[in-house]
């Protein structure tokens, strides 16, 4: 394998092209950043009874996440202690056991064991049925109704790993009565590496006008949305514009995680004009109670990922999670993130337009999807991925910003965000322990910069 | 100690409902209908499709079809799950996809794709209301070549009422299911 330290070179922006494409690089990526960061599970939202249980992936591991009868929130893996059968392949519903479809051991809702067939009979009760639950993650906890776990018990709490990524997302996230996820998720397989999504959603404003071109200009024509000198969004159809300063930024926090905003486009891509009032309905309340910035950010327009696979955008409110299938596919999981409070009404027309711009075939999602298949597959060459790619944009202007946190780039079309995600992606490669990579650093209250 | 195994009625008991069956001559002009608007789209005439195939007041979806033990069949999902689809589209947004790829500006389907449509196991009655629209059902295999070496073949099946407009057809509802919970292809951009 390459030396790990050499595969990120000058602060981020260039990486070497078997990152994309290596199985060993990927290997240790699951042993280096899979077994160890907090990563998504799913919202509360999805399993608010007892005895709820989705089944997802943590890394290629098979986890089930249920609501015990105690009202906690457990996740472990789906496979048998005893001779390692999956135990459950619904992806969702309510029950009181998990029973393995082999011989029939059977599992609480707390991955316990209760049930040995012919426990007596065979085990002449001498089995230690403590000793083969479920194995647990290390740590589960949730972030305003988002459920992560962890892997590693020596990871910081949630919240630390999250830093100042949950201090933006509480813009949007810390809305009274909260938020959630609809579903059920679309899933589909993309054949790419799974860090070419998570750059994408962090940071790639360049794209959006080039890649999406014919989306744009459909939805523009055919909405009446206004044109490239009212809408900002509409303005970067085939790079016909471009943002200027003041228009929007991407940050890059501690961690790698990130996002580009565009202000005042939330709005920006729906006709239906019961989004725009009820945002406006809400910028009422976040600015009274947590003042202009917070209102400034809930009503931007936010591409946005958290280390290490979980992304989303704000506005087009999709919600989408990349779980790693070998270096070269992944599987997509998609929802659309509301809030609570909203109208029914207003809840569908959003999930409506998540699916058409963002789901299996959306207008905008299927544009992404080949190229990020091409990013992946062009490294089979052996020459090709002796090479490296860039993303060296933005570095003239960005850096710390007198009120937000993070590293602030002007302008939306920037690699900032890119640049801080394969710094925390080379820091955990290279194995360094919490302490060492400085995590749970700065976390300020939105009511302090405000 | 052996565990109870709880057992439940599996496979499916509900009564099948015998409708009044087409005439032979009405019978043969929805299968050719079907099979003459598979060619249409293989042929790409998508803007033809949208303006001779389908009613203004259409509702074109593709539901994600949830992997659920057989126990909770018919129960409501857990949490906050109303459903979601590939498709949930009426004319309006048919229209707005079918604009975006009349831009050339879609990299994705340039150079072209090849997309073959085949439909099988054809089967249709009289809608339940009497109104003399026909519920038709079939199988279908997309087949789908690009980009040199990528290919994939997708499989499911599709429900749909049909309405005579001016001596035509027309799809009013149409409702395709995909046998596939994860979708294999990268995505499920094409007309069906």
């Known amino acids: 394998m390459k030396d790990v330290s050499a595969l990120i070179q000058e602060n981020g922006a260039v990486q070497d092209r078997s990152i994309y494409w290596d199985r060993d690089i990927y290997e240790l990526e699951q042993e280096r950043i899979f077994a160890r960061s907090w990563l998504f599970l799913t919202h509360e939202s999805q399993i608010p009874l007892a005895g709820d249980f989705i089944t997802t992936r943590m890394g290629e591991d098979e986890v089930i996440v249920s609501r015990h009868t105690d009202g906690s929130l457990q996740a472990y893996i789906n496979s048998c202690p005893h001779r390692g059968n999956q135990v459950c392949y619904a992806e969702m519903g309510n029950t009181k056991s998990f029973t393995c479809a082999y011989h029939g051991w059977a599992f609480g809702t707390d991955g316990k064991l209760i049930t040995v067939p012919l426990e007596h009979e065979t085990y002449y009760d001498n089995i230690d049925k403590a000793r083969f639950g479920l194995q647990q993650v290390a740590q589960i906890e949730s972030y305003r109704g988002l459920v992560f776990a962890t892997f590693d018990p020596t990871a910081p709490p949630l919240m630390s790993f999250l830093g100042d990524m949950a201090w933006y997302m509480d813009a949007f996230m810390d809305v009274p009565g909260g938020t959630e996820l609809l579903g059920p998720p679309m899933k589909s397989i993309l054949d790419c590496n799974w860090k070419v999504p998570v750059e994408n959603f962090i940071g790639d404003g360049y794209h959006v006008g080039w890649a999406h071109a014919a989306a744009l200009d459909a939805i523009n024509r055919l909405q009446g949305l206004g044109g490239a000198e009212t809408n900002p969004l509409m303005s970067m159809q085939g790079n016909a514009g471009y943002n200027p300063d003041g228009t929007g930024i991407q940050v890059s926090t501690l961690g790698g995680h990130g996002m580009g905003i565009i202000w005042e486009t939330a709005a920006a891509l729906h006709v239906n004009p019961a989004y725009g009032e009820w945002l406006a309905y809400r910028t009422e309340t976040i600015r009274a109670e947590r003042g202009e910035w917070a209102a400034k950010l809930y009503n931007g327009h936010w591409d946005a990922s958290i280390f290490p696979n979980c992304s989303f955008l704000y506005g087009t409110n999709t919600f989408k999670h990349w779980q790693p299938a070998g270096p070269r596919s992944i599987e997509v999981f998609t929802w659309t993130l509301v809030e609570k409070e909203m109208p029914e009404e207003l809840k569908q027309y959003l999930a409506m337009m998540n699916m058409m711009t963002f789901g299996t075939a959306g207008m905008l999602e299927t544009d992404d999807g080949e190229n990020m298949e091409g990013c992946t597959g062009s490294n089979r060459g052996w020459m090709t991925r002796q090479g490296k790619v860039y993303a060296g944009m933005g570095q003239v202007n960005e850096g710390p910003h007198p009120e937000l946190p993070g590293i602030v780039s002007e302008g939306i079309v920037a690699e900032t965000s890119y640049r801080g995600f394969y710094r925390a992606w080379a820091d955990m490669m290279s194995g360094k322990s919490w302490e060492e990579m400085s995590r749970g650093a700065s976390r300020r209250s939105i009511k302090e910069v405000a | ?192």
């Not at chain 2, 339940?128 to 997708?154: H, K, L, P, W």
């Open chain 2, 1 to 192: 100690m052996s565990a109870a195994i709880a057992k439940i009625n599996a496979v499916n008991s509900e009564p099948l409902i015998e409708r009044e069956q087409l005439p032979q001559e009405l019978m043969y002009s929805v299968e050719r209908h079907l099979i003459r608007e598979a060619r249409i789209l293989d042929e790409e005439r998508i803007r033809y499709w949208y303006e001779n195939f389908l009613t203004e007041d259409i509702m074109y979806s593709m539901p994600t079809p949830v992997s659920r033990y057989r126990r909770e069949k018919g129960k409501p999902l857990p949490g906050t799950n109303p459903g979601s689809g590939a498709y949930m589209d009426n004319y309006e947004l048919l229209g707005m996809r079918i604009a975006r790829l009349e831009t050339g500006l879609v990299w994705m389907e340039d150079p072209q794709n090849a997309i073959r449509r085949f439909l099988t196991n054809i089967d249709a009655e009289y809608a339940e209301d009497g109104s003399g629209d026909v519920i038709a059902y079939c199988n279908f295999m997309v087949y789908r070549n690009r980009r040199q070496r990528d290919e994939t073949v997708t499989y499911g099946h599709k429900v749909d009422r049909l309405r005579q407009v001016d001596g035509k057809w027309r799809c009013s509802q149409r409702t395709i299911h995909m046998d596939q919970r994860v979708i294999l292809d990268k995505n499920v951009t094409f007309f069906l």
